[in-house]
């Protein structure tokens, strides 16, 4: 039985990052993990694959696309579909590679297997090499999510596939169908038309992007119509079979879909299988996550959960937060996550981003604010680089000012909401944002367009 302070089942950003704090905070740290390489689903099979083929395919398109305007005339653009899978994969490599040397770094206990907790303090490690047991004062579970699918659909691992088939399709479908106009189904569903394939999504709802803001998401709607992509909203999948060569989609009250490949994209769902949670009396929600209190703790004395698998907002850097968290409690008796200052970003183009609460939420909650938008098409460097789509929208409450939500759609969103993240953290109001200086000529001064906008006072529109 070998002793540690800390062990964390999970080598996800909740796990690695939170075995990387621990040990920066001298605990003797172990982390458990299936997989031969670390990152979880955000390294492996998530983020940064799929923005590795966003950024290749949008690449492809912008140059196979008019370019002339530039005065830039292109011929001959080819598609090398395998040469662009094995420059993700070697992002990819660089990146969980880069881990192991944070791991061997910080002096961190890598086991490679499947962690099971079997008592109080007590974990069983079951890998190629038989079983390793463990022993600590704390246990932190961080097996994030697994993706879900629908009645009526089995998943083949091939044509009727989840995000991990879409991250590797060996040729560029034909005909794919996404089932899910969320992140992930707008993010692949954008990567497969760029590189060729006719796309149309199914969605459930009568809108796209659940969550987000519904003007903002409108907007997209438009922009992602008019990029080729179909949508059927307000369609209900019923189910989904396969010869081997293509697939037929049911939906129920409409025409059947036949295409060459499917991809589900309607959520995920945490991942708590055989993981033991019975041996310490941890029960899941109706939803299958693991309940925790504020300071990240499970029922179970000395057991903490971070991450998708106690719900949320499935996010990796939702998760990455939670894990310093839950460590800095555990050793200084403080930590604290502000799930209000989480932002959330789809990684389309343009990008969409958002940060606290929609305006739907705030009309819901009777919350009087007042709003400033600002159109990318007023904007010099918007107009100098050619993507002029979208605006940034401010809400501020009405009598403070104090900023209560940002919801960006346009180029480089996902890097200008963290001006706005940051502003919230710090309280500021839209009228602290408007005040500082931004460089000229920059997509950052939209977002100051738009805190002066608040206040009706813009000084470009
Ligand atoms: P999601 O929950 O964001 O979207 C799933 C969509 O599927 C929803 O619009 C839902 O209404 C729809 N749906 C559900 N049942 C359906 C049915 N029977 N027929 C048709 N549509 C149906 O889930 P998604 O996109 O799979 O992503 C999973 C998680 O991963 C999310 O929490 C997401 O935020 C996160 N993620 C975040 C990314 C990012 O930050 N860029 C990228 C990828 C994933």
Same mark, same amino acid.
């Given at each position: ?28 740290? !172990? ?86 907790? &079997?008592? !109080? ?20 579970? !961080? ?18 596939? &989840?995000?991990?088939?879409? %991250? ?60 080729? %992509? ?34 589900? !994209? ?31 703790? &499970? ?163």
């Amino acid at each position: 039985m070998t002793k540690h302070n800390l062990i964390i089942i999970g080598g996800g950003p909740g796990g690695y990052v939170a075995a990387i704090r621990a040990a920066q905070l001298g605990l003797d740290v !172990a982390c458990i993990e299936l997989d031969k390489s670390l990152g979880g689903t955000c390294l492996r099979v998530g983020c940064i694959p799929s923005k590795a083929l966003l950024e290749s395919s949008e690449q492809f398109s912008e140059i196979k696309g008019d370019l002339s305007s530039h005065g830039i005339m292109v011929d001959g653009v080819q598609l090398d579909l395998g040469k662009m899978l094995k420059n993700k994969d070697r992002v990819v490599r660089a990146l969980t590679g880069g881990i192991d040397s944070l791991f061997k770094k910080n002096k961190i206990t890598r086991y490679l297997g499947r962690g099971r907790i &079997t008592a !109080a303090g007590k974990v069983t490690v079951s890998g190629s090499e038989g079983e390793t047991e463990l022993t600590a004062d704390k246990i932190i579970i !961080a097996t994030g999510s697994v993706p879900a699918t629908l009645p009526g659909i089995e998943l083949d691992g091939d044509r009727i596939g &989840t995000s991990t088939e879409a %991250l590797t399709y060996g040729e560029v479908p034909g005909h794919l169908v996404v089932i899910g106009a969320g992140a992930i189904g707008l993010e692949m569903a954008t990567v497969w038309r760029r590189l060729g394939a006719s796309v149309t999504i199914l969605e459930y709802l009568d809108r796209i992007l659940p969550g987000m803001d519904s003007a903002i998401a409108t907007e997209a709607l438009k922009i992602f119509k008019k990029q080729g %992509l179909n949508f059927q909203l307000g369609c209900k999948v019923t189910g989904v079979t396969t010869d081997g060569k293509g697939c037929t989609v049911d939906i129920d009250g409409a025409d059947a879909i036949h295409c060459d490949r499917v991809l589900v !994209a309607v959520g995920r769902k945490p991942n708590t299988a055989e993981l033991g949670l019975e041996s310490v009396g941890i029960e899941t929600d109706k939803r299958g996550f693991v309940p925790v209190d504020e300071h990240l703790a &499970t029922s179970a004395e000395g057991i903490y959960a971070v991450g998708d698998v106690i719900g949320g907002a499935m996010l990796a850097h939702k998760a990455e937060e939670e894990g310093v968290a839950c460590v800095e409690g555990i050793v200084n008796g403080y930590g604290h996550v502000n799930y209000n200052t989480i932002p959330a970003i789809v990684y389309t183009a343009p990008e969409i981003a958002s940060v606290g609460q929609t305006e739907d939420e705030l009309k819901e909650a009777d919350v009087a604010y007042r709003k400033g938008e600002f159109p990318f098409i007023a904007n010099g460097r918007a107009r100098a680089i050619g993507h002029t789509d979208g605006r940034v929208k401010i809400l501020a409450d009405e009598k403070t000012d104090r900023i209560l939500g940002a919801h960006i759609i346009g180029p480089h969103a996902g890097d200008l909401i963290a001006e706005a993240a940051v502003a919230m953290e710090f309280g500021a109001s839209s009228e602290d944002l408007a005040r500082c200086c931004h460089a000229h000529p920059t997509l950052a001064e939209a977002v100051k367009e738009a805190s002066l906008a608040v206040d009706g006072r813009a000084l470009h529109m």
